[in-house]
């Protein structure tokens, strides 16, 4: 019996470590992970729980106030994971232990319901029965274990809450299907703590309230069901009020924006697709965006196939409900428990983000049907248990057995593959751009990333792809302008810039500042340097790279006093200051005037005698000079790098003027 207990985690564990371990133990950090685990000062040890409780989910930054979504438990596992030093590899392994766990208990619980339901059927039983549950049970933990829907629950260590909430979750059902009330309302609590989805926890327990016999037991349960659901609402008060949410953002959920019968067509798009996707997990994508999904003005057909698959689950539980009570013998009761179960669990735990009561602040993700496929998976591995020993024909019984074990590996070797482009951002997005090629977000992003990696060519086609899907499109104009400043496609560039860029005009402004630093870098880069002038003119309190970048330009297009007083405007002695001077060697140099650049030197030098790297940059133009001016000049001036001193009149640290002097 021990042993028959343990087989659900023993398989839900080997199943994880043969199919997903492989691809995530190199694997790094991806999409959330930066801002809700690294970027996140409460995720980082010691922790401050009074600071979790009041603060959002990403972090104390004003970007996140307005977001209403706490999750202290999750926060503060990430705190002492730091607290114990581990990278991502070490968050990727809790991870997945979390997914066997989870696993572990689902085939737990279906073990535990079948053998309690079985002897409140007061009907005799035989080895059989016992093979029934405890096949269920493994074939259960193992479907749920193999998932491929599971995978970006599993691999961004951001999405951990999922994960969480569906462990605790488990535990809570379990541990009040037992009679441990008390072990369910600490765990219903937590759960609440790691994701406020887990409050539809509530329904399989009301179930399991009603399906007690009366007495003692059945009112402890309805009892610890309501000191649950006061749980439930003094924790969703005190998040009101400590973190009241703003309104959901159209670029998050363009479904705020439409009528409540255009919200609701579009909510049936989302049951079909969720259904799809857990039925048949086939080509999941990191984001499904209005260009993937039709949400607004949904054709037909999809509004249709979502209707029938919510009504037909709606009539599945109303019939298994009504057999429960009312009909068949103890098998038949028992199977209809399971039903209503199931989908009454994964109707309830897919309702916040169904669309169907209001708009979420989310339109949808392969994350958020990690606790409905609880219920899916038990269905899938009953049934498979009762055909596997209960067919009469011993044909049917190897079909059974055969499909369900090809099922478990087709599932697990899908979430490997997935599980490897889940291991990095740039194979993520890749995988996304190649999945859903007419989608703006996942070309833009791909491209984004590309060019971050410095794969330039790649870059370049990526957006362009992302630029006729919405030309004029201000972010992924301003990278395809870099992919062209990079390559140095300079009328391709020019192009793209023209149908960015709009200068201000009062009393409407719209400049642009991202925009014109993208037109900047672009003229510069193709010698039109006086073209990048006037335009970087145009910047409004620039920070001091953008003002000597502007600087740069102004010298190298030969307008010398213009950029001066450029550099003046910022209270910057352009002749004196090391860098300032830097940037202007680099640009006469740039525009072909060695004689000008080492002038500038020679004049620095001169007030500054024993400014360090002077020499040497001066012997660098001397080495090879290239006409009689320059010649000239380095007559005038050292022919080698010698052994630079500090200033005594000055008291200058020679190291630090030696840091801020070298090529902008």
């Given at each position: 019996m021990t042993t028959n207990r343990a087989l659900p985690f023993l398989v839900a564990l080997l199943v994880v470590a043969l199919f997903i371990a492989p691809a995530a133990w190199d694997a790094g950090y991806v999409l959330d992970d930066h801002a809700a685990v690294l970027g996140n000062p409460l995720a980082h040890w010691p922790p401050d729980p009074a600071a979790l409780m009041t603060t959002p989910w990403f972090g104390p930054a004003a970007a996140w106030r307005g977001q209403g979504v706490s999750r202290p438990l999750v926060t503060l596992g990430y705190a002492v994971e730091d607290g114990l030093g581990l990278g991502a590899r070490g968050r990727h392994l809790a991870s997945l232990t979390l997914l066997a766990i989870a696993a572990g208990l689902l085939g737990a619980l279906v073990a535990h319901l079948g053998r309690a339901w079985r002897a409140a059927s007061d009907a005799s039983s035989d080895a059989a029965d016992d093979a029934v549950v405890t096949t269920a049970a493994v074939l259960t933990a193992a479907l749920f274990a193999a998932h491929p829907i599971h995978i970006e629950a599993t691999m961004a260590v951001s999405n951990r809450p999922e994960l969480v909430a569906a462990v605790l979750a488990l535990v809570c059902i379990l541990a009040f299907a037992r009679g441990a009330v008390v072990v369910a309302i600490v765990t219903f609590a937590a759960a609440l703590l790691a994701k406020e989805s887990a409050l539809a926890t509530l329904a399989p327990l009301l179930l399991l309230v009603m399906w007690r016999k009366s007495g003692d037991a059945r009112r402890s349960a309805a009892s610890a069901w309501l000191m649950m659901v006061a749980l439930t609402v003094g924790w969703l008060a005190w998040r009101h009020a400590a973190l009241p949410i703003g309104a959901v953002s159209p670029i998050d959920n363009p479904l705020v924006a439409v009528s409540t019968a255009e919200r609701l067509a579009a909510s049936m798009v989302l049951v079909a697709h969720a259904a799809g996707r857990l039925l048949l997990p086939l080509n999941l994508a990191p984001d499904y965006g209005l260009d993937v999904l039709p949400l607004i003005a949904p054709p037909l057909g999809w509004v249709a196939l979502g209707g029938a698959v919510s009504l037909s689950a709606l009539a599945t539980t109303a019939i298994a409900l009504r057999h429960?009570?009312?009909?068949?013998?103890?098998?038949?009761?028992?199977?209809?428990?399971?039903?209503?179960?199931?989908?009454?669990?994964?109707?309830?735990?897919?309702?916040?983000?169904?669309?169907?009561?209001?708009?979420?602040?989310?339109?949808?993700?392969?994350?958020?049907?990690?606790?409905?496929?609880?219920?899916?998976?038990?269905?899938?591995?009953?049934?498979?248990?009762?055909?596997?020993?209960?067919?009469?024909?011993?044909?049917?019984?190897?079909?059974?057995?055969?499909?369900?074990?090809?099922?478990?590996?087709?599932?697990?070797?899908?979430?490997?593959?997935?599980?490897?482009?889940?291991?990095d951002d740039l194979r993520l997005h890749a995988r996304g751009a190649r999945l859903a090629p007419g989608s703006l977000k996942m070309n833009y992003n791909h491209g984004?990333?590309?060019?971050?990696?410095?794969?330039?060519?790649?870059?370049?086609?990526?957006?362009?792809?992302?630029?006729?899907?919405?030309?004029?499109?201000?972010?992924?104009?301003?990278?395809?302008?870099?992919?062209?400043?990079?390559?140095?496609?300079?009328?391709?560039?020019?192009?793209?810039?023209?149908?960015?860029?709009?200068?201000?005009?009062?009393?409407?402004?719209?400049?642009?500042?991202?925009?014109?630093?993208?037109?900047?870098?672009?003229?510069?880069?193709?010698?039109?340097?006086?073209?990048?002038f006037a335009l970087g003119r145009t910047l409004v309190a620039p920070e001091e790279a953008w003002q000597i970048k502007v600087y740069v330009a102004g010298v190298a297009a030969g307008e010398t006093d213009a950029a001066a007083h450029w550099a003046a405007s910022f209270g910057v002695d352009a002749a004196f200051e090391p860098r300032w001077v830097a940037a202007a060697v680099w640009a006469e140099r740039k525009a072909g005037r060695p004689a000008q650049a080492l002038a500038r030197l020679q004049a620095l030098a001169a007030r500054r005698p024993n400014l360090a790297g002077v020499a040497t940059q001066i012997a660098a133009i001397c080495d090879h000079p290239r006409d009689a001016a320059v010649m000239a000049g380095c007559a005038q001036s050292w022919r080698r790098p010698h052994t630079d001193a500090t200033e005594p009149a000055s008291g200058r640290d020679p190291g630090r003027e030696k840091d801020r002097y070298g090529d902008p």
């Amino acid at each position: 019996m021990t042993t028959n207990r343990a087989l659900p985690f023993l398989v839900a564990l080997l199943v994880v470590a043969l199919f997903i371990a492989p691809a995530a133990w190199d694997a790094g950090y991806v999409l959330d992970d930066h801002a809700a685990v690294l970027g996140n000062p409460l995720a980082h040890w010691p922790p401050d729980p009074a600071a979790l409780m009041t603060t959002p989910w990403f972090g104390p930054a004003a970007a996140w106030r307005g977001q209403g979504v706490s999750r202290p438990l999750v926060t503060l596992g990430y705190a002492v994971e730091d607290g114990l030093g581990l990278g991502a590899r070490g968050r990727h392994l809790a991870s997945l232990t979390l997914l066997a766990i989870a696993a572990g208990l689902l085939g737990a619980l279906v073990a535990h319901l079948g053998r309690a339901w079985r002897a409140a059927s007061d009907a005799s039983s035989d080895a059989a029965d016992d093979a029934v549950v405890t096949t269920a049970a493994v074939l259960t933990a193992a479907l749920f274990a193999a998932h491929p829907i599971h995978i970006e629950a599993t691999m961004a260590v951001s999405n951990r809450p999922e994960l969480v909430a569906a462990v605790l979750a488990l535990v809570c059902i379990l541990a009040f299907a037992r009679g441990a009330v008390v072990v369910a309302i600490v765990t219903f609590a937590a759960a609440l703590l790691a994701k406020e989805s887990a409050l539809a926890t509530l329904a399989p327990l009301l179930l399991l309230v009603m399906w007690r016999k009366s007495g003692d037991a059945r009112r402890s349960a309805a009892s610890a069901w309501l000191m649950m659901v006061a749980l439930t609402v003094g924790w969703l008060a005190w998040r009101h009020a400590a973190l009241p949410i703003g309104a959901v953002s159209p670029i998050d959920n363009p479904l705020v924006a439409v009528s409540t019968a255009e919200r609701l067509a579009a909510s049936m798009v989302l049951v079909a697709h969720a259904a799809g996707r857990l039925l048949l997990p086939l080509n999941l994508a990191p984001d499904y965006g209005l260009d993937v999904l039709p949400l607004i003005a949904p054709p037909l057909g999809w509004v249709a196939l979502g209707g029938a698959v919510s009504l037909s689950a709606l009539a599945t539980t109303a019939i298994a409900l009504r057999h429960v009570h009312r009909r068949g013998g103890p098998q038949g009761a028992r199977a209809a428990a399971t039903v209503a179960l199931s989908l009454v669990s994964a109707a309830a735990f897919y309702g916040p983000v169904a669309q169907i009561a209001m708009a979420a602040t989310l339109t949808t993700a392969d994350r958020v049907l990690l606790l409905p496929s609880m219920g899916l998976c038990v269905l899938g591995g009953v049934a498979a248990a009762m055909l596997w020993h209960r067919s009469k024909h011993r044909l049917w019984r190897n079909v059974a057995r055969s499909a369900i074990c090809a099922l478990i590996v087709v599932f697990g070797l899908g979430s490997a593959s997935l599980a490897d482009d889940w291991a990095d951002d740039l194979r993520l997005h890749a995988r996304g751009a190649r999945l859903a090629p007419g989608s703006l977000k996942m070309n833009y992003n791909h491209g984004r990333l590309l060019l971050e990696a410095g794969d330039d060519d790649a870059a370049r086609t990526a957006l362009i792809k992302a630029w006729s899907l919405a030309k004029g499109d201000r972010p992924t104009g301003v990278l395809l302008v870099q992919a062209h400043t990079r390559l140095g496609e300079c009328t391709a560039g020019e192009a793209v810039f023209a149908v960015l860029y709009r200068p201000a005009t009062p009393p409407q402004a719209t400049f642009d500042a991202g925009v014109a630093k993208a037109g900047i870098d672009l003229r510069v880069a193709c010698r039109d340097f006086s073209a990048a002038f006037a335009l970087g003119r145009t910047l409004v309190a620039p920070e001091e790279a953008w003002q000597i970048k502007v600087y740069v330009a102004g010298v190298a297009a030969g307008e010398t006093d213009a950029a001066a007083h450029w550099a003046a405007s910022f209270g910057v002695d352009a002749a004196f200051e090391p860098r300032w001077v830097a940037a202007a060697v680099w640009a006469e140099r740039k525009a072909g005037r060695p004689a000008q650049a080492l002038a500038r030197l020679q004049a620095l030098a001169a007030r500054r005698p024993n400014l360090a790297g002077v020499a040497t940059q001066i012997a660098a133009i001397c080495d090879h000079p290239r006409d009689a001016a320059v010649m000239a000049g380095c007559a005038q001036s050292w022919r080698r790098p010698h052994t630079d001193a500090t200033e005594p009149a000055s008291g200058r640290d020679p190291g630090r003027e030696k840091d801020r002097y070298g090529d902008p």
